[in-house]
């Protein structure tokens, strides 16, 4: 664990990223919601924002009947509806996760990261041999650094690598922060569904400390969310990471 890693796990000990005012934000937003739902009950945007008001206070199944409800009032949602994905994955529900980063992968071939989160699906419903094998192809690039990123779920390169490319490439450090962000999380991902523990709580902390992530628009920022959420699971599933 190098001075950086030690740093931002220090800050994590300290206080959970999400305090407990945005909770208790949360847990209202997502009352003044359901009321709405109660009274506009084919509204789909409503429920999106609940579901992820629910995902965000960890809820994953709330989220997931949610994003379910959705598709149900809405099927043209069905195959790029990746967070209804991520919602089943922390729900425990891998196989029908996989499915849905499946059917996303002919909504967008060309994202990289819908591809790792099917691979980590996989990792958790089948092992890594399959999950190797089913790794999702892609012909065209992808936005920096999910190459790499998706070299380390190859096998082909290494999680040091990966962050040392980053921290040595010549790039504004806007830009190096941003791609940090990324390499962290799905770093620390993949040492989670490794049950490296301790490596997946220094490196999802490392995502969660990133203010390149907590300040980005909205998918990079529901990503944001992920490890933070993550990293809290872990530090509660594991009392000598608190």
């Not at 980063?101 to 002919?106: G, K």
């Not at 010549?170 to 941003?178: C, D, G, L, S, V």
Request: net charge negative.
């Amino acid at each position: 664990m190098n001075a950086y890693h030690v740093a931002v796990l220090l800050l994590f000990i300290l206080g959970s990223v999400a305090g407990a005012d945005e909770t208790l934000r949360w847990k209202e937003t997502a009352s003044r919601l359901t009321a709405a739902i109660d009274a506009a009950p084919k509204a789909v945007e409503l429920y999106s924002q609940r579901g992820d008001t629910r995902f965000f206070l960890g809820e994953f199944a709330l989220a997931a009947a949610d994003y379910d409800k959705m598709v149900t009032l809405d099927p043209d949602l069905d195959s790029g509806h990746w967070r209804r994905g991520i919602a089943w994955f922390y729900a425990g529900d891998f196989e029908k996760a996989a499915a849905q980063f499946e059917r996303y992968h002919s909504y967008d071939n060309v994202d990289r990261e819908n591809g790792i989160w099917r691979y980590l699906c996989q990792r958790k419903a089948f092992g890594l041999e399959k999950a190797r094998e089913g790794l999702l192809k892609y012909e065209k690039d992808d936005r920096e650094p999910f190459g790499d990123v998706y070299r380390l779920f190859q096998g082909t390169m290494t999680s040091q690598e990966l962050l040392d490319n980053i921290r040595d490439a010549k790039i504004p450090e806007a830009e190096r922060q941003k791609r940090l962000f990324y390499a962290e999380l799905y770093v620390g991902l993949n040492d989670a569904v490794e049950d490296r523990t301790e490596a997946a709580q220094t490196h999802l902390t490392a995502a969660a400390q990133n203010t390149w992530g907590e300040r980005a628009g909205y998918g990079p920022n529901y990503m944001w969310q992920v490890s933070r959420l993550h990293a809290e699971l872990l530090a509660k599933s594991v009392p000598s990471l608190k």
